[in-house]
């Protein structure tokens, strides 16, 4: 079955994500639910070298699993002077021990050498939207920045304080939760996801 629009199950568990998406659909007929309705649905291990690779694996696990069309995303920090790490491995950086303020700490560690020049870096966010049937669509959100010497602001979460968003001006710990998740990485691909569906949705009313 290729990609159905008229039900969706979103590949998380996290609750803050699913309602995110909820709100940014609430004005079409899709009806959304997540993993906390299939509590029989295994984890996915995120073990791909790029975030397609990972969004898609848990997209196709849950589309397969239960037969209708998901969307899963996966997301993370990629520094160019570090040729893109952590990138896949954001959660992970540091080990299992570490906590988001440590993990961020050793990042500003690994960089204290790169200079003012040399210190941009972007988070990204990748969406999967996957039929039963395997068909696919991808969409990318990114966020233009450079890592700050020391961490700003107390907001957010992961590596927001260390992460200056240039089109702001500020530190993505010292946005406010509101303006961070409506101009954020994530943001960014729900929103052509959103664009996906709306014109989905006209092109099929099109074809009466
Ligand atoms: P996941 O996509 O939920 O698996 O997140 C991957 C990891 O990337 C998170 O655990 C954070 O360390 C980092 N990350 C992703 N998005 C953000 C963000 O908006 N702010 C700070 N850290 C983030």
Redesign the pocket.
């Known amino acids: 079955m290729s990609i159905q629009l008229d039900k969706i199950v979103v590949a998380t568990r996290n609750s803050g994500k699913f309602i995110e998406i909820k709100k940014l659909l609430q004005e079409t007929d899709i009806k959304l639910l997540s993993l906390s309705d299939f509590p029989e649905i295994p984890e996915v291990v995120e073990d791909g070298a790029t975030f397609e690779d990972n969004a898609l694996k848990k997209a196709k696990f849950v589309a397969s699993s239960l037969g209708v069309t998901a969307l899963a995303?996966?997301?993370?920090?990629c520094v160019d002077a570090l040729s893109g790490r952590p990138g896949v491995m954001?959660?992970r950086y540091g080990g299992p021990n570490c906590n988001d303020m440590r993990?961020f700490v050793k990042l500003l560690e690994e960089m204290k050498e790169i200079g003012a020049g040399h210190r941009t870096a972007s988070?990204v966010c990748v969406m999967a939207l996957v039929a039963p049937d395997g068909e696919q669509r991808l969409f990318r959100g990114v966020c233009e920045g450079r890592i700050l010497d020391e961490p700003r602001g107390t907001g957010?979460?992961?590596?927001?304080p260390i992460f200056y968003f240039e089109e702001f001006g500020m530190s993505?710990g010292e946005m406010d939760l509101d303006t961070k998740n409506r101009v954020?990485?994530?943001a960014r691909a729900l929103k052509m996801f959103a664009d996906f569906v709306e014109e989905s949705v006209k092109s099929k009313a099109s074809q009466g």
């Open positions: 995303d996966d997301s993370g920090l954001s959660a993990r988070f957010g979460f992961g590596y927001d993505f954020s990485h994530r």
